[in-house]
């Protein structure tokens, strides 16, 4: 089904438009009239194809929605709660009378923003830049230089103790050493990688004192690696001498 519209070209008798009560001066009320809403029906219109069914909430709707959203850093339950109580938010996405009902809920917002993909987050993104330009909200050399606040995200860094990390870093050693000719008494190969599975085994059922043998067994084979690299250098600066 194609998306429905929110019509408000007509005029209710007993209700004064949103438009006629607000302040003009308020920034998401001068964002509204900034923003290129044809835009975004023009490219998600095609997304939506005549057939039965329900019809899809308006495009104004759930696009003013996400940009909510992400102006306010709210969940897809979050963002439309309180879209019922600010007139402001309704006017934003296209409601020119106060509505009681929430628009949509959480579940519709996540359809929604499956529907129209990356793509289509990147062309609300992109609009939200060019209004921010227009409208002189920020300058053209700040969008030069991109920073990212990482705190939350998942970062694909291993504490230092892991078991993986000492069983590289063995790994590591062992190859060095063999490029550049010296022969090590014991690579620790089979019996360092059954120790790091086993530590992950332990680690995944939750059994920690077997894990934490596991990993100490991983020292210990790293340690001697080292000292027997360094024996290694050691004697062969000597016999240089």
């Given amino acids: 089904m194609k998306p429905s519209k929110t019509d408000t070209s007509q005029t209710e008798l007993f209700r004064e438009r949103l438009s006629n009560q607000l302040n003009p001066q308020e920034p998401l009320f001068i964002l509204a009239g900034q923003i290129n809403w044809s835009l975004f029906k023009e490219s998600f219109g095609a997304e939506f194809t005549d057939g039965p069914g329900q019809p899809p909430k308006p495009i104004r709707l759930m696009a003013g ?25 309704q006017y934003f996405c296209g409601f020119d009378y106060f509505q009681w009902k929430i628009p ?36 053209s050399k700040d969008l030069q230089t991109v920073i990212t606040d990482t705190t939350v995200m998942e970062k694909n860094i291993a504490f230092p103790t892991d078991s993986k990390l000492l069983n590289r870093a063995r790994e590591h050693l062992t190859t060095m050493a063999a490029k550049n ?24 059922a939750k059994q920690f004192k077997r894990m934490r043998k596991e990993v100490k067994k991983l020292k210990n ?21």
Wanted: aromatic share 6%.
């Fill in 221 to 241: 084979y790293l340690g001697r690696v080292t000292r027997d690299i360094e024996r290694k250098i050691k004697g062969s600066l000597r016999g240089i001498a």
């Fill in 104 to 139: 949509a809920d959480g579940s519709s917002m996540t359809r929604w923003r499956k529907r129209i993909g990356k793509e289509g987050l990147e062309k609300i993104l992109a609009q939200t830049i060019v209004v921010a330009l227009r409208t002189e909200t920020v300058l």
């Fill in 181 to 204: 000719g010296l022969k090590l008494r014991q690579t620790y190969k089979r019996t360092e990688r059954t120790a790091a599975i086993n530590a992950g085994k332990y680690a995944h």
């Fill in 65 to 89: 929605l996400m940009m909510l959203q992400h102006m306010n850093a709210l969940s897809d339950e979050e963002v439309v709660k309180p879209w019922v109580q600010n007139p402001y938010w």
